[in-house]
């Protein structure tokens, strides 16, 4: 049983044991995306470097085994500049959108595609709640706003924007007159920037991908006149032109959860000519979307070990390397019993569930991931954030990863 120390603490620990393992029963916190406790290591996303201070090198965490005598450094500048390296090179082929663009472009940064759901939902409670959180509800937006949100609203280099102030408009209203604002009440808080990954200039053909989310009806215009404002089915209709260009897990992405906590900026290294942004819904639950994967490998191997008749694979070599299914197969046929296991497991937005709310649903049970995860898809989290593993999500076509999935599969 090798003796070694890990930021100065020694430990002892069994022949075998890699060092993330080691870490973890001294409560050292190793960032990690492509581990999974009991499987075997595929060291792909190598943001669990650590320094091996014996040999003057970093080795990684997840799959680097313990040695006799060795001492471990988890975190100093030397690792947290390799993550960082390491995290930009994944940005520089990750292609998709954090927030929204009408969310970005909006001056009280309110969560546009998230109130939209709400009114469409008719849960203006929610609605008002998403206002509530963006500006306070005595310092609301769209009162002699001039709408920079409309011009950044996707929508409209297909035809004409989303009247976004004037679903705002109709939100607020309803709060007033069912006393939802409490007056004199404004924290004047705001959220902390976060890291935000944009897809930029839309290419030929991707305009298309987020139309397949909307209603084409035209743009909706107030019944009783352009002073008025929207009623509930009016602002329905409106809010059914939304793309809804938000990520389906904005707020428990590990990657973009590292991106904030290592300083990453996305365009650090850019392609002289980017991917096509796809989305593949071949699958009645689940949505695929290649361009944010980052190969991690965690889908295959549940796939692998859940003896999916097809399952998932590896196809094509080098930089265009990707997963899909074999023999070019459905999704839907190829995921018959691991859906929800494959998106829980996945670290972005590459697997998600396709209707938001679900990906709600599944994010409130299997509790939402912040910076470092704690349970058995990722590595540890800040004590504030800590959870404690929970049975993923039922769904149709879908189930949970059986236990057997976190073991390493049989070798013939």
């Known amino acids: 049983m090798p003796k070694l120390e890990i ?24 960032p990690t995306m492509c581990y999974m406790e009991g499987m075997v290591p595929y060291t792909s996303c190598m943001i669990c470097l650590v320094k091996d201070e014996g040999l003057n090198k970093m080795v990684p965490g997840c799959s680097a085994i313990c040695a006799e005598g060795q001492k471990i450094t988890t975190e100093n500048d030397d690792t947290k500049k390799a993550r960082k390296f390491n995290l930009e090179l994944l940005f520089s082929d990750h292609i998709g959108d954090c927030e929204a663009p009408c969310h970005r472009a909006c001056k009280s940064h309110i969560n546009i595609p998230a ?14 709640e998403v206002l509530r959180h963006a500006a306070g509800p005595t310092n609301l937006p769209c009162h002699g706003c001039e709408a920079s949100c409309e011009p950044g609203c996707r929508r409209g280099k297909n035809d004409s924007p989303v009247s976004i102030r004037n679903i705002v408009a109709f939100v607020h209203d309803w709060g ?16 902390e920037k976060r890291f935000n990954c944009a897809i930029g200039k839309l290419k030929e ?11 084409p009806i035209p743009r909706v215009e107030p019944q009783a006149g352009p002073e008025a404002l929207f009623n509930l089915e009016e602002a329905k209709a409106e809010g059914s032109r939304c793309m809804h260009c938000d990520c389906r897990k904005a707020d428990s992405c590990a990657l973009r959860d590292y991106a904030d ?9 850019q392609p002289d000519n980017r991917n096509h942004f796809k989305q593949i819904r071949q699958h009645g639950d689940i949505l695929y979307e290649p361009e944010k994967c980052i190969k991690c490998g965690l889908c295959i191997r549940i796939t692998e070990v859940n003896k999916e008749k097809l399952g998932l694979t590896w ?16 999704l839907n046929s190829a995921l018959t019993t691991t859906a929800a296991g494959v998106v829980d497991a996945c670290p972005t937005a590459a697997l998600s569930y396709r209707d938001h709310e679900s990906e709600i649903k599944a994010v409130q049970v299997r509790g939402t991931v912040q910076v ?27 189930g949970p990863v059986p236990a057997s999935a976190f073991s390493e599969p049989p070798r013939s």
């Open 176 to 191: 007033a007159q069912n006393t939802k604002w409490k007056a004199g009440e404004n924290d004047g808080k705001k959220e």
């Open 115 to 128: 109130m939209i759901r709400h009114v469409m939902a008719e849960n203006l409670d929610g609605a008002v």
């Open 372 to 398: 470092f995860p704690v349970d058995f898809r990722r590595d540890a989290v800040p004590a504030k954030a800590k959870r404690k593993p929970t049975p993923n999500l039922l769904l149709p076509g879908g």
């Open 315 to 330: 196809i094509n070599r080098g930089f265009d390397i990707g997963v899909a299914t074999p023999f070019d197969a459905e």
């Open 205 to 215: 053909g991707e305009i298309e991908s987020f139309m397949l989310e909307a209603s």
């Open 261 to 269: 906590l290592y300083g990453v900026k996305q365009r650090e290294y």
């Open 7 to 30: 930021n100065g603490q020694p430990i002892e620990v069994p022949d075998g044991t890699r060092v993330i393992d080691a870490a973890r029963k001294l409560g050292v916190t190793i």
